[in-house]
């Protein structure tokens, strides 16, 4: 079995933790789960950090993690229930205020999504990834992200649409990149 220096190791946490927080924040929507969320994938990466064959792959097996750990959470009946929420507010202003409102709106509904459908829209239009790499990350086949992004995206279209009417088509899909934590 080879040994990787854990300073390799170390350096690696210290330059993508804060990018592969936002991803589990995303997936689990708050900043103390999604912070336990990535401890647990980093103790499971480094446990495996002396196997890895490409060091460089790290991050994509970190995020594979993540992904898959969130999804097994929200499996247990434990942890499924009511989460909190703000009330979100009955007019919308102009400018700023409007943008503030719409992300919102988007988070609520992305919140809302079941986890796998969550996880594929995070890593498809937040993340970036395509659709081989999102696939690698969830274990799953291309077809399957391909049927949970439209199944995802016509949930978030529909909900929204019921909620917020005609202001729902411009939160779709260009503004997922606008939801940050």
């Known amino acids: 079995m080879a040994r990787r220096d854990p300073a390799d190791f170390a350096e690696f946490v210290a330059a993508r933790?804060?990018?592969?927080?936002?991803?589990?924040y995303l997936m689990v929507g708050e900043r103390q789960l999604a912070q336990d969320l990535l401890q647990e994938a980093l103790t499971k990466t480094y446990v495996a950090w002396p196997r890895l064959r490409d060091p460089s792959?790290?991050?994509?097996?970190?995020?594979?993690?993540?992904t898959t750990t969130a999804i097994s959470w929200y499996r247990r009946k434990s942890w499924q229930g009511e989460r909190p929420t703000e009330t979100l507010p009955e007019g919308t202003a102009v400018g700023h205020d409007d943008a503030v409102t719409q992300r919102e709106w988007l988070w609520t509904a992305l919140q809302e999504l079941p986890p796998r459908q969550r996880a594929a829209i995070v890593l498809r239009f937040y993340e970036d990834l395509t659709e081989a790499q999102t696939a690698a990350a969830m274990d799953c086949a291309v077809g399957t992200v391909k049927s949970q992004v439209s199944a995802g995206l016509a949930k978030l279209r529909t909900g929204l649409g019921n909620r917020y009417g005609d202001q729902a088509h411009e939160l779709l899909p260009a503004n997922l990149m606008v939801v940050t934590p």
Request: aromatic share 6%; no cysteine.
């Open 17 to 24: 933790s804060p990018a592969l927080h936002r991803a589990a």
């Open 57 to 66: 792959k790290a991050e994509a097996y970190t995020r594979r993690v993540i």
